[in-house]
């Protein structure tokens, strides 16, 4: 019997949201009225015991997840409204980020090919790796050089290639 009387719930729920459907299909209600709504009905389901009940009986399979995370964000982002400052603000501390990183590797790729290019002093230069002849070669310095070239070119082209979307 009580089986029935959920059953009998969920159908007249049904018929309701029907219902509502078809008012808003017809326009009758703006677009403030529509929101509070469905901000009303957001909260009774965060309230109620529903979502637990939904929960505990429906098995998702990837599609569904989907959507409902989906539908997770669409709230989020009608209960915690985003203004344009905070949003300036943010994409501002990523562009300086970016140029921070920029600005970096383009120091340390100068940095390292002016220690390849200056003489060595003579304490390095006795740290000769490979000889080309009996007076020049590669030393310590050099390859030490090249390691921040490197690094320097590894942090301009992340930097720059990283999600050019922003």
Do not use: C, W
């Not at 309701?16 to 509070?36: F, P, S, W």
């Amino acid at each position: 019997m009580e089986n029935k009387q959920i059953v009998d719930e969920a159908a007249l729920l049904e018929l309701k949201a029907d219902e509502l459907v078809v008012l808003l299909q017809k326009g009758v209600v703006d677009r403030d009225r529509a929101r509070a709504i469905q901000e009303r009905i957001y909260h009774a389901l965060d309230k109620g015991s529903l979502p637990q009940k939904i929960e505990a009986f429906k098995e998702l399979d990837a599609v569904d997840d989907r959507l409902e995370l989906l539908n997770e964000f669409e709230f989020l982002l009608s209960h915690h409204q985003l203004d344009s400052k905070a949003s300036k603000k943010y994409l501002l501390q990523e562009r300086l980020k970016k140029g921070l990183i920029i600005t970096i590797g383009i120091i340390m790729i100068t940095l390292g090919m002016a220690m390849i290019i200056m003489p060595a002093p003579p304490y390095f230069e006795m740290f000769t790796v490979f000889y080309f002849n009996q007076n020049d070669g590669v030393t310590l310095m050099d390859l030490i050089a090249l390691l921040i070239v490197f690094t320097g070119v590894y942090l301009f082209l992340s930097s720059i290639l990283k999600k050019q979307s922003q």
